[in-house]
């Protein structure tokens, strides 16, 4: 018996050590230790041993055990080493390869557009204010001298919600809040989301976004008003772009004004090779926002005195700007998410 296991032994270790690979080492390993392996039906023979030397052979079991599981363990570190040189050794590695192209994301071009706008009005000293997307009636129209029956009211045009609030339908309600916190002066300038049920066209989606502007200081006059707005226009749109304030009509401002800016296309001639500019129509003109002097109402509306100070309003449609910007003839772009459109930026 204790021959026997001598020899299985030394019959594994030899065998161990000229295994060429790992799934021959596993095969010798299973040979020997496994529930079948010479190793461990030799231990079954113990039967037959006498008492006397039970100890001695069982021993001996247990260190020819020792010794194939360390041999495994040895021959398996030689075969990956071996291995590893051989890799080492073949394969190739190609330095003046050029590296893998990690795929960079841009902002928005309305982000890009909103960046550009508040850099403006920062460097005349406006500060970025918030409200909320949900108003009350009172701060989006009330407050802003719209009268009960206003068209603007109507289910029509404006998302009311179920408890009495509504989506605001512009960032106007923006100069309520403001004026309610903090006493004159006041500038500011105040972006966001705003809701309105328009039809989805090339100009139009229920959900756009706007910049507000409220200035309030004593004596401030229409001609501040028409300064700041020409200031931002020129840095925006390049120092050729002319402007011209034409009368309107807004409740929370009086006067009221649309502000038009030279068509960018036809440069204001309003031709463009020979023929009448399709951007402007041939008027040379776009409208580009709208704005005027914050009517007294309103001062009233946020206990401001109408007596005491002045102050010029304005708000804009982020879409249109980069629309006339981007030369982008439809507001749908900016809100699909066509990569293709939105890489060209
Ligand atoms: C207003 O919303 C006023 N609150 C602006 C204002 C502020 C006037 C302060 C005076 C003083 P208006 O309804 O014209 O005005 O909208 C302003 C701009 O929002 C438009 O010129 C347009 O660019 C944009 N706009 C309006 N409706 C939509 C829409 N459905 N989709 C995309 N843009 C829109």
Known sequence: MREQIEQIRQEAVAALSQAADLSALDAIRVGVLGKKGSLTAALRGMKDVSPEERPLIGQLVNEAKDAVEQAVELNKARIVRRQREREAATERVDVSLPGRKIARGSLHPLTETLDEISAIFEKMGFVWEDGPEVETDWHNFGALNFPPDHPARDEQDTLFLENGLLLRTHTSPVQVRVMQR???????????????K?????????????????????????????????????EFYGPQTEIRLRPSFFPFTEPSAELDISCFACRGTGSRDGKVCPVCKGTGWKELLGAGMVDP?????????????????????????????????????????????????
């Not at 309103?298 to 102050?311: H, K, L, N, S």
């Not at 249109?320 to 939105?342: E, H, K, T, W």
Request: neutral net charge.
């Open 182 to 196: 903090h006493r004159p002066p006041v500038r500011m300038i105040a972006p966001g989301w705003t809701y309105r």
């Open 198 to 234: 328009d039809a989805i066209d090339a100009t139009h989606y229920p959900m756009f976004s706007q910049v507000e502007g409220l200035l309030v200081d004593k004596n401030v006059t229409l001609g501040d008003l028409r300064g700041v707005l020409k200031f931002f226009v020129r």
């Open 297 to 345: 109402a309103v001062f009233q509306a946020v206990g401001y005195d109408p007596e005491e100070v002045t102050g010029f309003a304005f708000g804009m449609g982020i879409e249109r700007i980069a629309m006339f910007r981007y030369a982008v003839d439809d507001i749908r772009l900016f809100f699909d998410g066509d990569l293709r459109f939105l890489r060209q930026f």
